[in-house]
Each structure stands twice: as structure tokens, then as C-alpha cells.
């Protein structure tokens, strides 16, 4: 297909035609329920697993090695040997990027049927899937180098799937074809679950009077066509600061919801009260603003935003290393500044119902230790009638 596009775009035409056949698809699934997509995520699941196994041993299979990135890293890379510190600071900025990641997608342990539903997905699965997948793109990539010398570093897999249709022919075109499908269908339930779904939760929080969670979703990939984001695939490195970028801001917001919940509450809370939209409530604090939280949440951003704006936009913004390394620590380093700062705050100036829960199960949530609590009160108040 002809391009259109001008080299400034950072996409072709057909790209740009593929993206929105895209999204026409994945908007009639924005219109499900959030807990009716267990079965299609995790048929999503087996069908990548399996292509991307394919992949990867077609490419062991032809390489018949490891390929040059893993034998001659430094030269392939074009970055030298990574040593000490500077190994050491790598490190640290690819498990920051790796956290803030998947640090969207924690609302969806919401839907679990008990609380510690999520525990071993969380412990277990998620770090398996990262490791099994980082392990499979870095020698699948590996190898393409090995027999596609001419061709960059094919870290994309559309890249990688175009290349060997290019090179090895009309016959390729079936397993292309269907590797690719493979990989559509999983990005299709990761953009609506992961993206969609998830930030569409996040703005009916805001807005629960205008907003639910379907239009929330498609407000989301309005916004999300709206800011090109064929830009920030452009390279490598832009991507992964993007990705960084969630690392700065959602670790000091997990750090104020991990402080209040599990050490300043100690995970009591006062159920009813948090559907009381006035002043009555404990958690109403100044017009339904808790003023304690973005003071911490800004405490914890700000040292984190001069290595961030410098890395988005290394050819207009300069810091000194400092910054750039405070930047990549960004998800530690956030995550206690603000944690820290809440329960100062808090013990400065303690909010209304702290500890306290509800005297009787509103809405059907209390265990064996809570119920004979209640029981004990009811029997006090029909004693005292």
C-alpha cells in the first residue's frame, strides 16, 4: 500500500488503517462487564502462549544458537559493556518501568470472589509470565539478528513477523497470518481489560454522577487515539520512559493506599461511611477532598519529574545524573517519601474514625470475629431497651 504519510507522522498509512480497524473491533467489548472477561482473557492466554512458543523455537531451530545478542551483547547493543554502577543503575530502571507497568491493572483484584484470591497471581504467575516472556523476546530478537544481519534490532514482534514474510516468501504468509492473529487477539483483551476497562474504573470514581464504567472506557481510548500514541512506539527508549513514567506517579499514590490501609487503619474500616456523600461521614474530611493526600502524593512525585521530563525529552531538557538516577528509583523512592509523609500528616492532624468499623454487618462483609462482635453489641443495645 502507497504511503500517505509525511516522515514526521512516525507511522505509514497502512498502519494507520490497521490502528483503527483496531479499535472499531475492540469497542463492541468495552461494552461488557468487567467479570465477563475471565473466559475470553484466558483464551487469549493459551493462544499466545502457544504462538509465541512457535516463534520462539522456529527461531532457535533456524538461528541454531543463541544468536549474537546473547554471545556479543556489547557489540550488537552498540552500548558497551555494562559494569558496576552503571550495570547496577540499568538495573534499577528496568525494574522501575517493570513495576509501574503493570501498576495499572491492580484495580481488577477488586473482582476476586475473596480477598486472597489474587495472592498467588500476584506472588507467582505475574513474575513467571514477565520472566518467561522477557526470556522469549530477548533471544527470539537474538536470533532474528542472526539471520536477518542486514535488519535492526527486530525488538517489535510486528517487525519481526514483517521481516520474515519479506524474507522467506510467499510461503510464510499462512504462519504469519496466523502467529499474528495470535498476537491480536491478546492485545485485544489487554487494551480493553488493562486499559480501557481499568481507566474507565478510574474515572467513575471521579465522576460516578456522569460516569460509569463503560463510558469511562470509551473516554479512555478516545483520549488514547488522541495522543498518538504511535509516537511514543517510534523507539525503544521513549517507550520505556512512558512506561517509567506510571512508576512516577502511581508509586506515591500506592504508598499513601498501602500507609492508610494497612498502618494507619490497620485494615478497619468503617464500611457504610464510605457511601455517604456529606459531612456525616468520617471519610467526608473538607468537602470530600482529604487534603493530607496530595500533599503526600506531590511530596513523592516531585523528586522523580526533573529525570522524567529529561528522559521524554532528552533534546530540549538536560539534569545531572543525580536526577536521572533519583528518576529511575522513582518507584521505591516515591512509594516511602509518600507513605512516609500520610502517617506524619496523620499524626499531626488525626482524622475522624480511625480504627473504627461498623457496629452492625450493613452490607453482609463480616467474618466470625466481627459477627460475634456485632452480636454482642445488639444483645447490649436490646438489653439496654
Known sequence: ??????????????????????????????????????????????????????????AIVKQG?????????????????????????????????????????????????????????QIFIIPLCLLGTNVLGIVTTSCARGFYPDEPLLWKLYDLLQAIQEYSGPGTRAAVFFAAFAFFVSQLSVNVTACGVVGGIDLAVLLPRYIDI?????????????????????????????????????????????????LLRRRRLKLSHLFIPNS????????????????????????????????????????????????????????????ATWLFLNKLWPPLGVGDVDEKDVFGTFGPAESSVSSLVEEKDSKQM
Open 65 to 121: 544458537n543463541g544468536g549474537p545478542l546473547i554471545s556479543n551483547p556489547e557489540t550488537v547493543s552498540g552500548i558497551g559493556e555494562l559494569k558496576g554502577a552503571a550495570l547496577g543503575w540499568a538495573m534499577m530502571r528496568m525494574i522501575t518501568s517493570g513495576i509501574g507497568g503493570w501498576a495499572g491493572g491492580v484495580d481488577f483484584s477488586r473482582y476476586a470472589a475473596k480477598p486472597g484470591d489474587q495472592l498467588y497471581g
Open 1 to 58: 500500500m502507497r504511503n500517505t504519510f509525511g516522515p514526521g507522522v512516525a507511522m505509514k498509512t497502512n498502519d494507520f488503517i490497521s490502528f483503527i480497524i483496531f479499535w472499531l473491533i475492540s469497542c463492541p467489548f468495552l461494552l461488557l462487564r468487567p467479570e465477563q472477561y475471565r473466559l475470553s482473557s484466558i483464551v487469549s492466554s493459551v493462544i499466545v502462549i502457544i504462538a509465541a512458543l512457535a516463534v520462539f523455537i522456529w
Open 214 to 262: 463503560k463510558r469511562g472506557a470509551f473516554i479512555v481510548g478516545i483520549i488514547g487515539i488522541c495522543i498518538n500514541p504511535w509516537k511514543i512506539l517510534n523507539s525503544a527508549n521513549s517507550f520505556i520512559s512512558v512506561i517509567s513514567g506510571y512508576a512516577v506517579f502511581l508509586g506515591p499514590l500506592s504508598g499513601i493506599m498501602t500507609a492508610d490501609y494497612h
Open 280 to 339: 456525616s461521614s468520617d471519610y467526608w474530611f473538607w468537602h470530600g477532598i482529604n487534603w493530607r493526600a496530595p500533599v503526600a502524593w506531590i511530596l513523592g512525585v516531585w523528586p522523580s519529574m526533573p529525570g522524567f521530563c529529561a528522559s521524554i525529552t532528552p533534546d530540549s531538557i538536560r539534569v545531572s545524573t543525580i536526577w536521572i538516577r533519583v528518576y529511575y528509583m522513582s518507584w521505591p523512592l516515591g512509594f516511602t517519601i509518600s507513605a
